[in-house]
């Protein structure tokens, strides 16, 4: 009678043991940027799980490509739809790795639902204070334009069904920015008419870290700060996170959440925009420590 005990204790050790490696990792959820699609974040997705075996890795596959011009509001809902169930299923909670475009449309989905359970959100060389440069991105779109005439066309209800004009934010066209811009600015609790700015807020700080990740050689976020919550005035220079007007006012939480500690920022050179998911010491030294 013992073998067949001792055997079958064997089996339930492992089988513990296996839910264990399962459960000791949160599922971690992907979202991608502009022009891309999920199989670009394949090597992204290999990194958590080779360094952290059992892990869920969920690279959401909607919006991709040309369909990525679509509103950010569009985006949030859909993205929604699909995230809300996965973090149903997550007692213990969800990691977001959001990139570039995604980083926002992760914002926004953070704000806007009450009941999330992100516990880290790494927002990924993302334009989280908006975007003012002639990128290779931005002339996919605006081919003839230069910098200083697009708001022209973003600033217009037109411009406003491009995503890429949801953020984009002229700093010599402030006043203008604030009222025309039907994304950014409401999400930044900027604009006098968000009814929802105080619930956005408590909901966005449910959020237990916040990590920041960009740098000088990204050569598309422009200014590159823009990954870290910085900015330009209206001479061009950047103005850093923490004297940003939407910081200092604690408009959607930034402040809160840097006064908890909870706001992490790495800053490297070096790295091209296309090449932050798929750089292995990115993920070592930036991300991979969060993702518990």
């Known amino acids: 009678m013992k073998a067949p005990v001792l055997f079958l204790l064997h089996i339930l050790l492992l089988l513990l043991s296996a839910d264990a490696s399962v459960e000791g990792y949160k599922p971690v959820i992907l979202v991608h940027g502009i022009f891309s699609e999920p199989k670009r974040l394949q090597t992204l997705s290999n990194y958590i799980t080779k360094l952290h075996p059992g892990t869920q890795v969920t690279a959401v596959n909607l919006f991709n490509n040309k369909e990525s011009l679509r509103p950010l509001w569009t985006q949030v809902e859909g993205f929604r739809k699909?995230?809300?169930?996965?973090?149903?299923?997550?007692?213990?909670?969800?990691?977001?790795?959001?990139?570039?475009?995604?980083?926002?449309?992760?914002?926004?989905?953070?704000?806007?639902?009450?009941?999330?359970?992100?516990?880290?959100?790494?927002?990924?060389?993302?334009?989280?204070?908006?975007?003012?440069g002639v990128t290779d991105y931005v002339t996919k779109i605006f081919p003839y334009c230069v910098r200083k005439s697009i708001y022209k066309f973003c600033y217009k209800t037109i411009g406003q069904e491009m995503s890429i004009c949801n953020y984009w934010n002229d700093p010599h066209h402030h006043s203008r920015y604030l009222r025309k811009n039907s994304f950014l600015p409401v999400l930044d609790g900027e604009t006098p008419n968000n009814n929802n700015v105080t619930t956005w807020r408590d909901n966005f700080l449910r959020l237990k870290k916040l990590v920041l990740i960009g740098g000088p050689d990204d050569g598309v976020i422009t200014p590159w700060q823009s990954s870290h919550f910085g900015f330009y005035n209206s001479r061009d220079e950047v103005v850093e996170m923490k004297d940003q007007e939407f910081y200092r006012k604690d408009s959607f939480g930034l402040k809160t959440l840097d006064a908890r500690g909870d706001i992490w920022v790495c800053v490297r050179s070096g790295v091209k925009h296309v090449q932050w998911h798929s750089n292995f010491t990115i993920f070592q030294s930036c991300m991979e420590k969060w993702l518990t």
């Open 82 to 132: 699909v995230i809300e169930p996965l973090m149903r299923e997550a007692a213990n909670g969800v990691h977001l790795i959001c990139f570039s475009q995604g980083g926002l449309i992760c914002r926004a989905l953070l704000a806007t639902t009450p009941d999330h359970n992100v516990d880290t959100f790494i927002s990924l060389s993302s334009p989280q204070a908006g975007q003012y």
